[in-house]
């Protein structure tokens, strides 16, 4: 087994990268409050605008809510190579560090079939939300670790390959038609997984195409820990950023593969990869270099709890507080209106699951897997 020393330059700590993974959990929790449905309810000017982006586009196309789950993905490739070197220069092991991340690949898979399986008399095998994902994604990209960039890159582009080509030639009566809703291998695969005759329209066949954006997010993570300037970082990334985005776009407008969300098809993957590469770099350049981290902390303090406050939202938290704040809230400031009243409820909802976090970070409250 190489010896993943080799494989990871050290640095100090990227402060954009906990930005990054926090501001996109926050958004996570925003949008399990309600809040969002909220705006899409004003038919009118820019709320209309930021509603219609705060969903995700029924099939074809991409809206910026659909870059959210491969921005959480592509984060968590980015601190891959962050937290080997934490653990190295506390002494860990090459076979501890493996054994992490096989023990860690199974807790996201058990946590994120849990729940799909939670109020269910049975075990739900879906692999649709993040966690299920991850569980696959991470534990990919961590045994590639340290491989040599190149070959990297070149397994995710096969990966994406291998997903394009199985989708466009799947032989079975009813499932052959690759880019239509309900009839592609990624239904199919549902149908099989779920035992039903139309299962959900997101396929948990992402998997299998997502893990590109943990792989490159990890290649991203090793560029911002070398020795490299940060005008060489920043010119690398916009290059990846822009390359990926080129080719995500172009082969939806050459009619070669369209994007869609719910199959991650590979247009799909490239278009969101791209942008979270963009995003991540803007980060980078205005908190690492720039030195703007004005209210950043806010949503570092997220992202240190990310998976944690992610169950929270995901179990019912959200639910049982806007129960317990609706009351109150309706009776003072019912007479706003339905849309401006479930705003304040969605707003008291989310601003509690924040400082959930923020209370746990000032008492050093840390709950990893």
Known sequence: MK????????SDRITSVDFFRGLTMFLLIGESTGMFHYFSEINFGVAKFIGTQLTHHEWHGLYFWDLIQPFFMFIVGVAIPFAVANR??????????YLHALKRSALL?????ALYTSGEDKIVFRLQNVLAQLSVTYLVAF???????FYQLALSLVL???????????PVAGFNQPWEPFQNLGSWVNNWLENTDKASIWASLNAVSTTAHTIWGVLCGKILMESKSAAEKIKLLVIAGVAALVVGFGIDLLSITPIIKKIATASFVFASGG???????LS?????????AAGTQAFIVVGMNCIFIYLVFSLGGADILARLYKPFITAFLGWTGHIFTGMLISGAVWFSLWYVTYW??????FIKI
């Open 3 to 10: 010896n993943l020393q080799t494989a990871i330059p050290a």
């Open 88 to 97: 190295l220069k506390k002494g860990a092991t090459n076979k501890s560090l």
């Open 109 to 113: 898979f058990f946590l994120g079939l």
């Open 143 to 149: 045994l590639i670790f340290r491989w040599k960039w």
């Open 160 to 170: 994406l390959l291998v997903a394009d080509l199985a989708y466009r030639f799947f």
């Open 275 to 281: 942008w979270a590469i963009l995003a991540l770099t």
């Open 284 to 292: 980078y350049w205005m908190i690492d270099i720039k030195k703007w």
């Open 360 to 365: 746990m970070y000032q008492r050093k409250i």
